[in-house]
């Protein structure tokens, strides 16, 4: 099993930054994959980022060329880097670790509120 938990969220200005953290611990090497998502009130949950094992990353369109999703593999950990931050990022952000068919393990999530 994996766990995961997430840090790094806040209250920020518009055009702020932030950089998420998401801790991995228990059978870490099953996991195919790591991504970010987010869910703004009575919104569905988005995928973010996501990064696989490989290291190539994938987006959603509305925060390409503002986030980027990292890892540092001695630490078990993944990172979101939050530029040139909008209203509309606000939401509770949730990592997922992707263990293929062993399942998904989830993060109890992390806020991210930027003012305007």
């Known amino acids: 099993q994996v766990q995961v938990v997430e840090s790094g969220g806040g209250l920020v200005q518009a055009g702020g930054s932030l950089r998420l953290s998401c801790a991995a611990s228990g059978s870490i090497f099953s996991i195919k994959s790591m991504g970010w998502y987010r869910q703004a009130p009575g919104k569905q949950r988005e995928m973010v980022a996501i990064i696989a094992s490989g290291g190539s990353t994938n987006y959603a369109d509305s925060v390409k060329g503002r986030f980027t999703i990292s890892r540092d593999n001695a630490l078990n950990t993944v990172y979101l880097q939050m530029n040139s931050l909008k209203p509309e990022d606000t939401a509770a952000y949730y990592c997922?670790?992707?263990?293929?068919?062993?399942?998904?393990?989830w993060g109890q999530g992390t806020q991210v509120t930027v003012s305007s």
């Open positions: 997922k670790a992707d263990r293929g068919f062993l399942g998904d393990s």
